[in-house]
């Protein structure tokens, strides 16, 4: 007799009692029961959601929902068995066979739209997915678990079942050609996803469905707490991935982590990921990160797969290029802006305006050194209208710290007509990030701004969580790589060489290495303004009569790396109160000094070192000469220091954080080439013809060719070095964006 239950209307969260038995059975599997009732004596214990159990045909579903529902003491139901069957009175071949696929799908789909149960594991059958009504219907009784099972692990299943024709299946078409076109429907519906290794047993895949039912069902499973936090526990407001992608910086001046830290992926799911594509990789790696209760699933891939699209000049998104011996280079410089900024803020705007709150405006204020501000132009730049109407953008650059195409690029946005501006300041980036970080520890500023401007302050500087985040995966994307070209196999070292200024890119890396890549060593690697190199040598952090020096490589001109501070709270365990001493210290006297044992945690995990002027552009003339590949002067930067400090028995990757495009001065200088044009468009031409690789950025060369037409770049603001002018340009940016009168 078939069980009917009453559905529920709408989504809600799992009941916490549900989540209670969720932690008891991991901890106490309950015994194995040959019961088929969908009737439980728990069921009102437990809630009224449906654990629904998503895959292709193979992927063990009716299997792993069986022992599911054993572990959680729930009925089960199998869509073919107990639904399908039993209203059609004939098994799911006969019928297939009877009706035909095309027929078969939809009246498939009518008899789960007349279906309805609550508290239960549900096993769907492979084609569910494929009718829209029916998944709209199911997924309003609860929670839909995609069982992401290895292609070759599902087509050895199918094989050993004699199964050689499934739903859809066209004459001609191969079982592997139905799976491919499924995904999609799989990915549209899932609220969560369990990536199945190759060779995965069902009790092994159970165990990972109760993980993913427990997270969701538990939103504190993924809080963040401040790097200056004492770790007491608080009677307040969690803070969620919302809050800190809209906050920015926490309010005691730490910055935001995860309070659990990063998840930890096995080899067998790592290795599910090497023929994925770079959109797909972020997706699985993301999904991980952030709570589907902030940013859900479908939302998500959305997000990525605008972010990491046509937008991008090479399709790979962060392609690994050999270099020389045993040195790679990972290109990032393939997005808009042309620098490795870009990877991330394609994709951060899109999760700021997701978590925006509807009640008031937000100003995002931006430092740069060079790349970040046009890389925060552009991605805010490609918001929906209703987002960029409440979110205006203001970009702070050292005047004559960038070079003119970096300051071409952030002035050809917006103007000072619209929610975006660049305005520079005749002083360094230091000045600047400590001007922005100091507005948002103001609290009568920030009061002000709220109270008589509906304005709320965020930034996008790598400070931001939801900035640092992305860099993570193309890291992880970067090892994927080599596995799938034959590089290393899974487990190998590399290790991994980051051009370093704020620290967030040798940090995003620390954390791919959190998440099972097995990176031995992060090497940071800096210009003259080696602040960064001293204190791994000494251990003592002084900026006291320290000056800024400029140099070929600006986007690394900086002092103050405000992501070391995070590094520190992981290699102390967590330890906030070390945390706040050290960088309290900072703020206050320009100085600490670590202890020896925090300094030889530091040392384990990364090195660092700086190269001269000289040698900079020395490797860039090296390289060229040898292979053709003409490195920015930041990638040079980690050339150098690599081939000083890498000892050379595992692969080294090193950040192309720029295309030379960018640099083009620099280029000529270090080539040794007479007679540079003055055009720079023409001097991008020029470069183009001399490297073979790789080939001239396209944006760079527009925004160059459209600047040399008179189009672009006829002036910009500028404002004093000082703090009360740069709070003036906020207000003036506020009153212009939020505040005119139409």
């Given amino acids: 007799m078939q069980h009917l239950f009453k559905a529920r209307v709408g989504k809600m969260p799992l009941s916490m009692a549900l989540l209670n038995a969720l932690r008891a059975v991991r901890r106490y599997p309950s015994p194995l029961s040959t019961s088929k009732s969908w009737l439980s004596t728990k069921a009102s214990l437990l809630g009224d959601q449906n654990i629904l159990l998503m895959g292709a045909p193979g992927a063990g579903k009716t299997t792993v929902g069986r022992i599911v529902a054993r572990r959680l003491g729930l009925p089960v139901i199998d869509v073919d068995d107990d639904v399908l069957e039993a209203e059609w009175k004939m098994p799911v071949a006969a019928k297939l066979a009877a009706v035909g696929g095309e027929r078969f799908l939809e009246e498939e789909g009518q008899a789960l739209c007349n279906f309805s149960a609550s508290g239960c594991v549900v096993s769907l059958t492979g084609s569910n997915p494929l009718h829209a009504a029916a998944m709209r219907r199911l997924k309003e009784s609860g929670l839909v678990v995609y069982l992401d099972v290895d292609g070759e692990d599902i087509l050895q299943r199918l094989g050993a079942m004699k199964v050689n024709r499934i739903v859809g299946q066209e004459a001609g078409a191969s079982v592997r050609d139905i799976l491919l076109r499924r995904k999609p429907f799989y990915e549209k519906w899932l ?19 109760l993980e993913a039912v427990e997270r969701y069902g538990d939103r504190d499973a993924d809080t963040f707490v401040s790097t200056r936090s004492a770790g007491a526990a608080s009677s307040g407001p969690k803070t969620r991935f919302g809050d800190v992608v809209i906050e920015g910086l926490a309010a005691d001046g730490g910055l935001y982590v995860p309070k659990r830290g990063f998840p930890k992926m096995d080899a067998p799911e790592w290795l599910r990921l090497v023929d994925m594509s770079y959109p797909e990789r972020a997706l699985v790696l993301l999904e991980k990160c952030i709570h589907p209760s902030e940013v859900s699933a479908s939302d998500l891939r959305t997000m990525v797969f605008k972010a990491y699209g046509s937008n991008f000049s090479s399709e790979a998104v962060a392609p690994v290029k050999h270099l020389h011996r045993n040195q790679y280079v990972q290109e990032l410089f393939h997005g808009p802006t042309a620098s490795f900024k870009d990877l991330a803020l ?20 931006v430092a740069t050194s060079g790349d970040t501000g046009s890389a925060v132009l552009d991605g805010f730049a490609r918001l929906d209208a209703d987002a960029a109407r409440r979110t205006g953008v203001l970009v702070f650059f050292p005047e004559d710290g960038v070079n003119e195409t970096q300051k071409l690029q952030m002035t050809s946005h917006g103007g000072g007509d619209d929610n975006a501006r660049a305005v520079g300041v005749p002083s360094d980036f230091d000045f600047c990030q400590r001007s922005v970080k100091r507005m948002f520890g103001a609290s009568g500023l920030t009061g002000h701004l709220a109270v008589e401007h509906g304005t709320v302050l965020s930034t996008a500087n790598s400070i931001n969580w939801a900035r640092l985040l992305p860099q993570v995966v193309y890291h992880c994307s970067a090892y994927l790589d080599l596995c799938r070209d034959g590089v290393v196999a899974f487990g190998d070292p590399v290790d991994v060489c980051v051009p370093s200024g704020n620290f967030g890119n040798a940090m995003s890396a620390v954390y791919a290495k959190r998440m099972g890549v097995p990176i031995r060593t992060v090497i940071c690697a800096s210009n003259h303004n080696r602040v960064l190199a001293d204190f791994f040598a000494t251990g003592e952090y002084d900026l006291r009569g320290r000056r800024l020096e400029p140099s070929r490589s600006p986007a690394i001109d900086i002092l103050k790396s405000s992501n070391l501070e995070r590094f520190v709270h992981h290699v102390s365990d967590g330890d906030g109160r070390v945390v706040a001493e050290l960088f309290g210290g900072l703020d206050a006297r320009r100085h600490f000094r670590a202890a020896e044992p925090l300094l030889r945690r530091m040392r384990r995990e990364a090195r660092a070192g700086w190269c001269s002027e000289g040698e900079c552009l020395a490797a860039v003339r090296s390289v060229h000469a040898q292979t053709g590949y003409l490195m920015d002067p930041h990638t040079a930067v980690a050339k150098v220091v690599a081939d000083e400090l890498q000892d050379g028995s595992c692969p080294v990757v090193l950040a192309a954080t720029a295309h030379y495009g960018k640099f083009a001065p620099a280029a000529f200088e270090a080539l040794r080439i007479q007679n540079a044009p003055e055009d720079p468009a023409e001097q991008l031409r020029r470069l183009g013809a001399t490297a073979a690789a790789p080939r001239p950025h396209g944006g760079v060369t527009a925004c160059l060719e459209e600047s040399a037409g008179g189009q672009r770049g006829r002036g910009h603001a500028t404002c004093q070095a000082d703090y009360g002018a740069l709070v003036e340009e906020v207000e003036r940016m506020i009153q212009d964006s939020f505040l005119k009168v139409v």
């Avoid at 609220?191 to 469905?209: F, P």
């Avoid at 394609?346 to 204020?365: E, I, R």
């Fill in 346 to 365: 394609q994709l951060m705007p899109q999760l700021f305006a997701h978590c925006l709150p509807q009640m008031c405006n937000y100003l995002v204020l």
């Fill in 191 to 209: 609220d969560v996803r369990v990536l199945c290794g190759r060779g995965a047993a069902a009790e092994e895949v159970a165990e990972k469905v």
